[in-house]
């Protein structure tokens, strides 16, 4: 594996999975292949469990890790091509990439969408521009349109609390006071469709998710009716994707909060949200409590995940 972005990036599924699993048993078998090997963590966003569950994945498998957070202490980068640097960003891109490529064997990097301009977004202009330049495998830890670290997280949680073979898996959007990217519902969705659960998406008229992430999902725009039968209830706020509302805010209806009374709809589903989640505006204090909360277990399987994709960058170098 030389980069990380897509599901397709992982191979086979069951595989990926079985070897989480495998990890997760013995994750500190594998300490010879991280030996005099850097990791160079990114941040242009904010992370609690990204920036800990990477470095411990990275620790585990006996690596160096270093963590830039680009908005603290680095200079001002300017993104854009062509610019006449004359105002506040000392330092391109263009430079800082290969600089930081030549410390390090492996990059991670959070680059969340700016909402300015869906090409951009949608071109994981950041992103690419990492794989392009720094020479290096890259993996992306929340970059503009996708976070598979955290649906790799998720899928491995659904497969170790799964009570049928073929769940019913719902994603719902939940309204937020800003307008959250659309990374984890389309990365959810991209791992979801590539199993054979029961996979259905609820929102909003208007709050459609990108064609090739949303794919053969059912869309079903009435929340009870989705949530019907359920087995995991995976909650998320995300902006519309849709011109002329993108990274908008076109809904903000509490009707669609999850509470004890739309998981009651539910075959006794688990609830589920990757976090940071605003208690009764995302969910109520009552369903994130409750016993069939997964939301402690998902964030404790993102350590999982991320050693499962550094161990195979690894493994390829
Ligand atoms: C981010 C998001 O919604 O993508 C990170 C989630 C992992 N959340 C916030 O910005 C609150
Ligand atoms: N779920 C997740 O990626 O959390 P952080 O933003 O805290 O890293």
């Not at 995991?232 to 076109?250: E, H, Q």
Request: aromatic share 10%.
């Amino acid at each position: 594996m030389k980069q990380f972005l897509r599901v397709q990036d992982i191979g086979n599924l069951q595989d990926a999975i079985r070897e989480a699993l495998e990890v997760k048993q013995n994750r500190y078998n594998y300490q010879h292949l991280g030996k005099n090997k850097t990791l160079l963590m990114i941040f242009f966003n904010n992370s609690l469990r990204t920036r800990l569950s990477t470095q411990k994945a990275a620790m585990n498998l006996g690596m160096n890790v270093m963590v830039l957070d680009v908005n603290q202490g680095a200079w001002k980068l300017e993104t854009e091509r062509g610019v006449v640097m004359d105002g506040d960003k000392s330092e391109h891109l263009l430079e800082a990439i290969p600089v930081m490529g030549s410390f390090c064997d492996i990059i991670g990097v959070r680059s969340f969408a700016k909402y300015e301009n869906k090409e951009d977004d949608y071109s994981e202009k950041i992103l690419q521009q990492f794989i392009r330049y720094s020479g290096k495998p890259v993996f992306s830890m929340e970059s503009a349109t996708v976070h598979p670290l955290q649906a790799f997280a998720d899928l491995i949680t659904i497969e170790e609390h799964k009570r049928t073979e073929r769940p019913k898996v719902v994603l719902t959007w939940a309204p937020h006071p800003k307008a959250l990217p659309q990374a984890v519902p389309n990365s959810f969705a991209q791992w979801m469709n590539a199993t054979d659960y029961d996979f259905v998406i609820t929102h909003p008229k208007g709050y459609e998710l990108a064609p090739q992430f949303a794919r053969k999902a059912l869309i079903e725009y009435n929340q009870n009716k989705a949530l019907e039968n359920a087995d995991f209830v995976y909650a998320k706020n995300w902006a519309p994707y849709a011109d002329p509302n993108y990274g908008k805010i076109l809904c903000n209806d509490p009707s669609w909060t999850i509470t004890e009374e739309k998981m009651a709809l539910t075959n006794n589903g688990f609830f589920m949200h990757c976090l940071p989640v605003r208690r009764n505006v995302i969910v109520t204090d009552a369903v994130i409590e409750s016993p069939n909360s997964l939301v402690i277990q998902e964030a404790a399987n993102r350590e999982i995940s991320a050693q499962v994709v550094i161990k195979r960058l690894l493994e390829s170098m």
